[in-house]
């Protein structure tokens, strides 16, 4: 993972694939959008650091915004950007995990030039949220149930019942295992190895 410096990212890549430092890594193809990027994120007085292979931007050591490059879009990462009233209806999930962060994607140089006024509000605004200290709890939305563990659930009161008795993050957790499976034989094994674990009132991760 390259976590030398900004310039070093832009020149040679991430390093997180075999694409280092190659024509096809993701952020050499974006690569004059995210210098754009970079220009507005270090004109807003924010710390620049190299976390994960990106460039990082922090204030007093805590996060508050990324610039990425991903296959179809680059862009910036808000680490608070749910909270982010001027993001509305222009930030998406970073992802179907992410509970908090949102990114403002492009897909060209002149993208990023024509929303400069709003990425520049958005980062005023993310860097008053972290002065100000206190986040605001964000409510995780209910996973959609995995049909392998609806069907056992469906045929075991017992099992039922501890399931609705759990807790959302430990239901998350058994479906995030479950679902992670690409197989549906290997779905269905991993929802009859979380029985045991829901009838105890675990999560998948509590051993």
């Not at 694939?17 to 690569?31: E, H, M, Q, V």
């Not at 995210?34 to 292979?53: D, F, I, Q, Y």
């Not at 006024?117 to 958005?122: A, D, H, I, N, R």
Request: aromatic share 6%; net charge positive; proline share 2%.
């Amino acid at each position: 993972m390259n976590n030398t410096n900004a310039d070093s990212f832009l020149a040679d890549g991430c390093g997180r694939c075999s694409k280092f430092k190659t024509p096809a890594c993701k952020a050499l193809l974006w690569n004059k959008p995210l210098v754009a990027l970079r220009a507005t994120l270090l004109a807003s007085g924010l710390t620049e650091e190299m976390k994960w292979g990106f460039p990082c931007y922090t204030l007093g050591g805590k996060n508050v915004a990324m610039i990425f490059a991903l296959k179809d879009h680059c862009g910036v990462s808000f680490f608070r950007g749910a909270e982010l009233k001027a993001g509305e209806g222009l930030l998406e999930s970073a992802g179907e995990n992410a509970q908090a962060s949102t990114q403002f994607r492009f897909r060209s140089l002149q993208e990023v030039h024509s929303q400069q006024g709003v990425l520049v509000t958005l980062l005023d605004e993310a860097i008053q949220l972290e002065r100000a200290g206190a986040k605001k709890r964000v409510a995780t939305p209910e996973m959609a149930m995995a049909e392998e563990l609806a069907l056992l659930l469906a045929a075991d009161a017992a099992l039922r019942a501890a399931w609705e008795a759990l807790t959302p993050g430990r239901r998350r957790s058994h479906l995030l295992h479950i679902k992670g499976a690409k197989q549906a034989e290997t779905r269905q094994r991993r929802a009859e190895g979380c029985s045991t674990f829901i009838l105890d009132g675990r999560g998948f991760n509590e051993r």
